[in-house]
């Protein structure tokens, strides 16, 4: 046998060696697999927690928001109420000043 013909089985040999140390068992895709879906949940329930909280939040927003339009309203209002009351006094001011004079 020539030395290249020699070559050839263990060149064939390492390369099937090499090959099926790749291979991944199904029991060990499995672990890995449960572990990835373990962490997968505990992210989906911290999320579904966090949904919570802003969705209750953004409610508290809206029912703050709409209190502060109420208040905005009613400040307005009275703003009209205290311009009237300050036309009054002034006008009293000036008829008692008139009298004195």
């Not at 672990?31 to 949904?51: S, W, Y």
């Not at 502060?68 to 036309?87: C, E, I, K, M, Y």
């Amino acid at each position: 046998m020539s030395p290249s013909l020699k070559i050839i089985p263990a060149v064939a040999i390492l390369a099937g060696s090499l090959g099926l140390g790749g291979c991944a068992t199904k029991g060990y895709v499995n672990e890995q697999i449960a572990t990835v879906n373990q962490r997968i949940d505990g992210v989906e329930g911290r999320l579904q927690a966090t949904d919570g909280v802003a969705q209750a939040a953004r409610s508290e927003a809206q029912a703050a928001n709409a209190q502060a339009q109420t208040n905005t309203q009613r400040l307005d209002q009275l703003g009209g109420r205290v311009d009237s009351v300050d036309q009054r006094m002034m006008q009293m001011q000036n008829q008692q000043k008139r009298a004195r004079n």
